[in-house]
């Protein structure tokens, strides 16, 4: 996929945290003198298996074909992500990432003024943005013809992002589709029901 600048960024960030540090966002353990100095606040993030549950278990038409998750820190950041992948040949491919950060607030930002800047694009614009209240989502969307590549970045309940991506498919159907089925309802409340706290 192309690089869309401060959220790609931030999802690469996601990687890289989920790879340097996992095991719900406990510290490695030290000697007894340290630990008390180096002890991290509360892990603020929903844990990866929790993200996961939300993701689509099929899509019509596509193998499901690989799946990645982690919780982790990297210095003060925390990331939570959850990815699965679905193929059809080697012509299409849809990707479904969910991810909650402590830098949740900035990307938010970012997601936000992205879909009001095309509030003025028409409904049958291939890159009109998403306004879901009843799914308490928002979101914008990209297209590049050129390679029929296609992404939907969404901010939902003012704190996850689900980020759908195809390649191969014309226009942003796909992605729209895709994210729409998503239980985005379910997902908002996540984050009342888990607390935030570290998982064993």
């Known amino acids: 996929m192309r690089d869309y600048s401060f959220l790609q960024r931030l999802f690469l960030l996601a990687l890289v945290a989920g790879t340097a540090c996992t095991g719900g966002g406990k510290k490695t353990p030290a ?65 479904v990432r969910i991810v909650d950060t402590s ?17 003025s694009r028409a409904t049958n614009d291939p890159t009109a943005p998403i ?19 296609a992404e939907a970045s969404l901010l939902v309940g003012n704190r996850y ?16 589709r895709v994210a729409q089925d998503i239980d985005l309802e379910g997902l908002a409340r996540l984050h009342q029901a888990s607390g935030g706290t570290d998982r064993q």
């Open 31 to 95: 000697d007894a003198d340290s630990t008390a100095a180096n002890t991290l606040p509360p892990f603020p993030c929903a844990h990866f298996e929790d993200l996961r549950a939300f993701l689509p278990e099929s899509l019509q038409g596509l193998e499901r074909s690989q799946e990645a998750g982690s919780t982790g820190r990297y210095g003060d950041v925390s990331v939570s992500e959850a990815e699965r992948s679905f193929t059809q040949g080697e012509d299409r491919e849809v990707k």
């Open 103 to 119: 830098l949740g607030k900035k990307l938010g930002q970012a997601i936000r003024a992205a879909a009001d800047e095309g509030r």
């Open 131 to 149: 306004f879901w209240k009843d799914k308490q989502a928002v979101g914008f969307v990209r297209y590049d013809a050129s390679n029929g590549l």
């Open 161 to 176: 992002v689900v980020a759908v991506s195809s390649r191969g498919f014309p226009g942003t159907v796909e992605v729209r």
